[in-house]
């Protein structure tokens, strides 16, 4: 095995020396792995070599479990078995659906948190390209109290905190099937929904952190309708849902299998990842012990470009997720991954919750408090 690795690294840099291109390098770095272990070139994955880096980084804040990244990839034995399901999203709008999307405005006026931000800025061109109708309000800080935001067609008048539930009571009057979207900051979440809860403004919450008991018992004290879910994005949602259906089948399965998470977001992230946290307890409930403060966090670009694998283009805006399962002799482990590029995967998430919400409540729905999984249930998103 040492042979063909350093076969390949000596034909991998003597080809890219004469093909420096991204997308060459890329396609070498499959192609040649895949002709070397007879795989399929899409089947090919580097995590020996991401590994290797990692162990290399040598960062206090990298090596909080104690997890030696470049022990583990040379002493797996012959007779180990390495499963490692992956799933690798990179949410580029797709241009075909977008021309598909109905032109028609449909009436559902949303307010939209945090507008002057990245995922503000997404939520509002992907609800211009479904035909949503977009206020134009939006909160943010004192600061930006005052300023005016300009996304696509779309002009917004930013408040400051101490208009808010002005601002909302009228716009309310103004839109009476108005739902707020709120991607704001995690010190904002329980005081936002109180003022949805109490001016009674249905809403779709995506932001993380916050006291989570709290948020629900607030919503559900106040019978406004709302979704709430820490992840937006539908598929990374399904995987969450089949790791819950899991646990609850298999309770204990991994007893004595030790974990080891790493989890890579834009710097400005500042809380650990809430879709880390949800797979980390489907684990917890299959036997597996870990603490959440266990979470290798990675929020320095360097580190994201040289050790995680991070798109340069990307750094600003991805999701990158791995989560590592080794049996007490380590002769068995398991390897899960889910990596998101860009922002559209939540953004059109979003949407889908919006329109799922206002038809809950046209309908009068008996139920008010959803999630991500009760959306995927209805089975009608775009």
């Known amino acids: 095995m040492c042979s063909i690795l350093k076969h390949l690294a000596a034909t991998r840099s003597e080809f890219l020396s004469k093909n420096p291109t991204p997308q060459i390098s890329s396609a070498f770095r499959l192609c040649t792995m895949a002709s070397m272990f007879k795989l399929p070139a899409n089947c090919v994955v580097f995590q020996q070599q991401r590994r290797a880096v990692l162990a290399r980084a040598g960062t206090s804040r990298l090596d909080a479990t ?90 917004i008048l930013i408040h400051g905190p101490s208009e808010r539930e002005r601002t909302l009571a009228s716009l309310l009057e103004k839109y009476p099937n108005l739902i707020v979207v709120d991607f704001t900051v995690p010190s904002a979440v329980n005081d936002n929904a109180e003022l949805y809860c109490k001016v009674g403004v249905p809403f779709v919450m995506g932001t993380t952190g916050g006291d989570r008991d709290r948020l629900y018992k607030t919503v559900e004290d106040s019978l406004v309708y709302a979704v709430i879910s820490p992840q937006m994005g539908k598929q990374v949602v399904a995987f969450l849902a089949a790791m819950e259906i899991m646990a609850e089948q298999f309770p204990g399965a991994f007893s004595g299998y030790s974990l080891q998470v790493m989890e890579s977001h834009q710097a400005s992230k500042v809380d650990t990842s809430g879709t880390a946290k949800a797979v980390i307890s489907c684990f917890q409930k299959l036997g597996v012990s870990f603490d959440m403060e266990q979470v290798q966090l990675v929020r320095d670009p360097q580190q994201q470009l040289e050790m995680v694998g ?73």
Request: net charge neutral.
């Open 310 to 382: 991070v798109p340069e283009e990307h750094l600003s805006g991805h999701a990158f997720h791995m989560y590592h399962l080794s049996s007490p002799d380590e002769t068995v482990s398991f390897e899960f991954q889910h990596n998101v590029c860009g922002r559209s995967i939540y953004a059109e998430g979003t949407i889908d919750s919006v329109i799922f919400l206002a038809k809950k409540v046209h309908s009068k729905a008996e139920k008010r408090l959803y999630n991500m999984i009760d959306v995927l249930r209805e089975g009608n998103m775009r």
């Open 66 to 155: 104690g997890f030696n990244w470049k022990q583990r990839a040379s002493s797996s034995s012959s007779s180990a078995m390495n499963m490692i399901p992956q799933m690798s999203i990179s949410a580029i709008p797709n241009q075909s659906l977008e021309k598909s999307l109905p032109k028609n405005k449909i009436d559902i006026p949303i307010m939209v948190n945090s507008c002057s931000g990245k995922m503000g800025k997404a939520i509002i061109q992907a609800a211009d390209s479904a035909g949503l109708s977009v206020v134009p309000a939006s909160f943010g800080s004192a600061e930006e109290s005052g300023q005016t935001v300009q996304v696509g067609a779309n002009e």
